[in-house]
């Protein structure tokens, strides 16, 4: 089959914690962050994801790491990358206060003005993005960015060739997104939460034809064991509505036809390893979303080569397409979990060529353990 394409993944915000290294705020640099993304960029490529699209990262460390893997300097899946969210006072990521800002090492970079965010649309296309990432507000309670700053930082994306994307949770968020013209949006999950909001807010991502999505593997994940990862009581009840407002969404996107894409948020917690998880949102999509492993697996394939700039080219078998593809010893169509991990993988080959599973020397570090281990 094709191999997995995860639509999003993090490589540079230095999560998990590795055994050994410290993450006091203070001692994050670009060069230890890049060697860092680096090795997760081949875990990844190992696990059968041979695509990822980053919606978000400190500096430009996963521009110049698409840079390095197309020049064949080291391993890795096919990057399609943003820069530092745009965000707003209040949006997520705008955790430092206002007279702190926002540091280069923080993945979000504020703009609370029209004319700001379009100036960062125009620096982070200069250093070769390939999308714009905005970010709402974290849980979707507030709408921290207007439809006509929306508007403005799509018009200019799309005008430099950029694709764009955004973070929002938020059901009037959902929908100014969708009008505003965003290519796919993020999340959504509380998109049919309220009452006479109901399928209105899909039904705009619908009419504007925007994708969709979802990420629940990371609320599922973040439900089930935040609480050992630091999470407070209140934030993991925040989830656990987040998370029930995401299986709905699901249903309505089938329903009205939206397009889900495939993502993860590896990479975006302590609780979400590389590796291990690029492929549970096909195995959500069943059990939770009514999918059937057909449709998911295609969510997870020709459909996420949209977010990779490549629908034309990738995530189908075909002479004159890209060759990427993943051989399993166990028939997804019968069980859609054994695309998981990596586990039942023989083969994986990116652009025609074999990928080395088990390279010699090669420690794995990157286990799901305790943050700070
Ligand atoms: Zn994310």
Excluded at 2 to 22: E, K, N, R
Excluded at 126 to 146: C, E, L, N, P, Y
């Amino acid at each position: 089959m094709p191999g997995l394409i995860d639509g999003h993944c993090h490589l540079s915000f230095g999560q998990p914690a590795m055994p050994g290294v410290s993450v006091a705020r203070g001692t994050t640099s670009a060069e230890f962050t890049t060697l860092r993304a680096a090795r997760n960029a081949q875990t990844i490529l190992r696990s059968g994801v041979t695509s990822v699209s980053i919606p978000g990262g400190s500096w430009f460390i996963d521009v110049a790491l698409r840079e390095a893997i197309n020049a064949g300097m080291l391993e890795g899946p096919r990057i399609y990358t943003a820069g530092r969210f745009i965000i707003t006072y209040g949006s997520i990521s705008d955790s430092e206060p206002s007279w702190v800002g926002t540091p280069e090492h923080l993945y979000g970079v504020l703009a609370n003005n029209v004319t700001d965010m379009v100036t960062e649309v125009r620096r982070q296309t200069k250093h070769g993005v390939d999308f714009i990432k905005m970010a709402d507000s974290t849980w979707g309670d507030t709408q921290t960015i207007s439809k006509e700053e929306l508007t403005a930082v799509v018009d200019e994306a799309h005008r430099r060739n950029a694709r764009i994307s955004i973070h929002s949770r938020g059901s009037d968020s959902t929908s100014a997104a969708a009008e505003a013209g965003m290519d796919w949006i993020m999340h959504a999950d509380l998109a049919t939460e309220r009452d006479l909001a109901t399928e209105r807010d899909l039904e705009a991502v619908a009419e504007a034809g925007s994708r969709i999505m979802p990420t629940v593997t990371f609320l599922k994940h973040a439900a089930e064991y935040g609480r050992d990862f630091g999470r407070t009581e209140p934030e993991v009840d925040q989830i656990k509505i987040n998370l029930e407002g995401a299986v709905s969404v699901l249903e309505t996107a089938r329903k009205l036809g939206v397009k889900v894409m495939c993502g993860t948020d590896t990479g975006n917690s302590p609780v979400m390893p590389y590796g291990l998880l690029h492929a549970n949102e096909a195995e959500i999509m069943v059990k939770y979303g009514g999918y059937s492993p057909m449709e998911a697996i295609v969510a997870c394939t020709k459909d996420n080569a949209f977010c990779v700039g490549l629908e034309h080219d990738l995530g189908m078998i075909e002479a004159g397409k890209l060759a990427d593809i993943i051989v399993l010893d166990k028939d997804p169509l019968a069980d859609v979990s054994v695309l998981q991990a990596g586990r039942h993988l023989s083969w994986v080959i990116k652009d025609g060529k074999i990928v080395d599973l088990d390279p010699k020397g090669e420690e794995h570090v990157l286990e799901l353990t305790q943050a700070g281990d």
